[in-house]
T-cell receptor, first 111, second 118 residues
Framework: NAGVTQTPKFQVLKTGQSMTLQCAQDMNHNSMYWYRQDPGMGLRLIYYSASEGTTDKGEVPNGYNVSRLNKREFSLRLESAAPSQTSVYFC??????????FGPGTRLTVL | AQTVTQSQPEMSVQEAETVTLSCTYDTSENNYYLFWYKQPPSRQMILVIRQEAYKQQNATENRFSVNFQKAAKSFSLKISDSQLGDTAMYFCAFTHPAGGTSYGKLTFGQGTILTVHP
C-alpha cells in the first residue's frame, strides 16, 4: 500500500497562474482533507470531503476549489495563485476511527 | 471554538533521557479524540499516539506515552529513552468524532520542536 500520495512535491508559480494539486489514497477511506501549513503554525483545514460526491469548506477556503473525483482521489485547485498561498499543502484521509493519515506534502511557492 | 495550545516552542533532551511535551486544549464537548503527530525534517506527518477522551487509561505506544488529564484539559506526551531519530516537530491535535454536526476536523497546536542531542 502506498497510503496517501500527492503530486507534485514542489511547485513554483507566478502570481495569477493556476494549478491543481493531486491527492490519492489506496486505503479505501471515505473521508479526505486538504490542509495548509505555514511557518510557525500547525496545519489549517482548507476543504474536506466526508464521502465520495460531497465537499465542504474548512477554516481557510478562500482562493481554493476542490474536486472529489472518486473515492480515491481528491484534488485542490488554485485558480489565480497569490503570494499569500505560498505554503506546504497536505492531503489526508480518514478511516472512520477519526485518525487521519497524511501524504508527504507539496511545497508551493507563489512569486 | 476549539483550541489547542502548545506552550513550549522548543525543547531539547540528551539521547537516552526522558522528555515531556505539554499540550492543553479547550472544548465544551465531552466526546473527542486527541493525537500527537511527529513531523521530522522530511515533512511527513506521522501519527505517534491517539487517545479517546472516554477512556481513563493513558495511551502507550512503545517509548511514547501520554498523561491525559480530562478535567484539566491537558494532554502531555512523554518520550522515554530518547533517540536521535525522535528529533522532529511534534504537534498536538484534537478532533470530535465525525458525523452529525462534526466532520472529524483536526485542530492543531503550534508545534514543539524537539532536538535530541547525542
Amino acid at each position: 500500500n502506498a497510503g496517501v500520495t500527492q503530486t507534485p512535491k514542489f511547485q513554483v508559480l507566478k502570481t495569477g497562474q493556476s494549478m491543481t494539486l493531486q491527492c490519492a489514497q489506496d486505503m479505501n477511506h471515505n473521508s479526505m482533507y486538504w490542509y495548509r501549513q505555514d511557518p510557525g503554525m500547525g496545519l489549517r483545514l482548507i476543504y474536506y470531503s466526508a464521502s465520495e460526491g460531497t465537499t465542504d469548506k474548512g477554516e481557510v477556503p478562500n482562493g481554493y476549489n476542490v474536486s472529489r473525483l472518486n473515492k480515491r482521489e481528491f484534488s485542490l485547485r488554485l485558480e489565480s495563485a497569490a503570494p499569500s498561498q505560498t505554503s506546504v499543502y497536505f492531503c489526508a484521509s480518514s478511516d472512520g476511527t477519526d485518525t487521519q493519515y497524511f501524504g508527504p506534502g507539496t511545497r508551493l511557492t507563489v512569486l | 471554538a476549539q483550541t489547542v495550545t502548545q506552550s513550549q516552542p522548543e525543547m531539547s533532551v540528551q539521547e537516552a533521557e526522558t522528555v515531556t511535551l505539554s499540550c492543553t486544549y479547550d472544548t465544551s464537548e465531552n466526546n473527542y479524540y486527541l493525537f500527537w503527530y511527529k513531523q521530522p525534517p522530511s515533512r511527513q506527518m506521522i501519527l505517534v499516539i491517539r487517545q479517546e477522551a472516554y477512556k481513563q487509561q493513558n495511551a502507550t505506544e512503545n517509548r511514547f506515552s501520554v498523561n491525559f488529564q480530562k478535567a484539566a484539559k491537558s494532554f502531555s506526551l512523554k518520550i522515554s529513552d530518547s533517540q536521535l531519530g525522535d528529533t522532529a516537530m511534534y504537534f498536538c491535535a484534537f478532533t470530535h468524532p465525525a458525523g452529525g454536526t462534526s466532520y472529524g476536523k483536526l485542530t492543531f497546536g503550534q508545534g514543539t520542536i524537539l532536538t535530541v542531542h547525542p
